[in-house]
């Protein structure tokens, strides 16, 4: 049975790090598309990053530098190092596996397996 399941969400005051982290079963992380996805409340979502499976990583112009998506193979577990944290990037955080070969690394949304979420919440 195929699982993500998030954890390390919270509440942080703006310039403040997270991490979040993504433990998948099912399937090996490592072989596969991954990636983060946010959604807050009366906007779209957003892809937030992504990794394939030889490393590549792509980010969206909004978190470029100061967030870093990584995984460990030997955990099975994807991390999205969050730092300096502002409030916009306050919204639900989703992890996310699994590439269809039509859609755009980017578009997080679409990929096949997707977790519960965890809520980011940055205070000014």
């Known amino acids: 049975q195929v699982q993500v399941v998030e954890s390390g969400g919270g509440s942080v005051q703006g310039g403040g790090s997270l991490r979040l982290s993504c433990a998948a079963s099912?399937?090996?992380?490592?072989?596969?598309?991954m990636g983060w996805f946010r959604q807050a409340p009366g906007k779209e979502r957003e892809g937030v990053a992504a990794i394939d499976s030889d490393g590549k990583t792509t980010y969206a112009d909004s978190v470029e530098g100061r967030f870093t998506i990584a995984k460990d193979n030997a955990k099975n577990t994807l991390y999205l190092q969050m730092n300096g944290l502002k409030p916009e990037d306050t919204a639900m955080y989703y992890c996310?596996?699994?590439?269809?070969?039509?859609?755009?690394?980017?578009?997080?949304?679409?990929?096949?397996?997707r977790g519960q979420g965890t809520q980011v919440t940055v205070s000014s």
């Open positions: 099912g399937f090996i992380v490592n072989r596969n598309y």
């Open positions: 996310a596996a699994v590439k269809p070969g039509w859609v755009p690394v980017l578009a997080l949304s679409w990929y096949t397996y």
